[in-house]
């Protein structure tokens, strides 16, 4: 079956450090990816998603490229900032399976000023 | 944002009683689901919602029931709360977008539920 997973954290930075969070995914069919951000006491908010290989996607300085040969989708961003501190999920959605999303388990990131 | 509410957001209950957190949804999304979230085991899926009385078990399902008599409420209950229940409860919503389904989810802000 579908499956995700993303390095375990806690990943803790100094504001204005390069972020890199890894996400390698198994799926049957040819899933689109996300990034979910959750921020304490919130819910998950969609950050950024791809539905094909070699696309990027992008949102608030964070980037994510879709890459089929590693099966990949890696999350980064150049210059962190201490708003970013929160929770990542790497998920994925396969159109050739169900339609129930499969979650990694998150990355806390910390952001230190 | 996607209009999407829980209801309560906190509950602090006793083992053995009955318990229902309930998921509102303005925008008409046909899939819902519930999520419990647990350090340590990320989200866990414990029921979803394909339709109006359509549902159907998620991998941690076992002391739960759901419902769904209309698209906009999805309702999740503890029939006798124990310890082990004691979690943060998420709800989502999503939409096929026809053949090729992204299905991205919107949560809600969740209900936190201590059982004693």
């Known amino acids: 079956g579908d499956s995700v997973t993303q390095m375990e954290g806690p990943v803790t930075l100094s504001e204005e450090a390069f972020l890199t969070i890894n996400c390698t995914y198994t799926?049957?069919?040819?899933?689109?990816l996300f990034w979910y951000v959750q921020y304490p006491g919130e819910g998950l908010q969609l950050l950024l998603k791809?539905?094909?290989?070699?696309d990027k996607g992008s949102n608030k300085g964070f980037e994510a490229t879709y890459r089929k040969e590693t099966t990949s989708f890696h999350l980064e961003k150049g210059s962190v900032q201490v708003s970013d501190s929160a929770v990542y999920f790497c998920?994925?959605?396969?159109?050739?399976?169900?339609?129930?999303?499969?979650f990694g388990r998150g990355t806390s990131l910390i952001v230190h000023p | 944002d996607a209009g999407i509410t829980q209801s309560p957001r906190h509950k602090v209950t006793e083992t053995g009683t009955p318990v229902t957190l309930r998921c509102h949804q303005t925008?008409?999304?046909?899939?819902m689901y519930w999520y419990r979230q647990d350090p340590g085991h990320g989200l866990r899926l414990i029921h979803y919602?394909?339709?109006?009385?359509?549902?159907d078990k998620g991998e941690v399902s076992d002391g739960y029931s759901v419902s769904r008599s209309k698209t906009e409420d999805f309702l999740l209950t503890l029939e006798s709360a124990t310890s082990s229940q004691t979690s943060v409860y998420f709800c989502?919503?999503?939409?096929?977008?026809?053949?090729?389904?992204?299905?991205?989810?919107?949560f809600g802000p969740g209900t936190r539920l201590t059982v004693l």
């Open positions: 919602s394909y339709g109006v009385k359509d549902t």
């Open positions: 799926a049957t069919g040819y899933p689109s």
């Open positions: 925008e008409n999304h046909r899939y």
């Open positions: 791809a539905t094909k290989a070699d």
């Open positions: 989502a919503i999503s939409e096929s977008s026809g053949v090729r389904s992204y299905n991205e989810q919107f």
């Open positions: 998920a994925l959605s396969d159109p050739g399976g169900s339609y129930i999303p499969t």
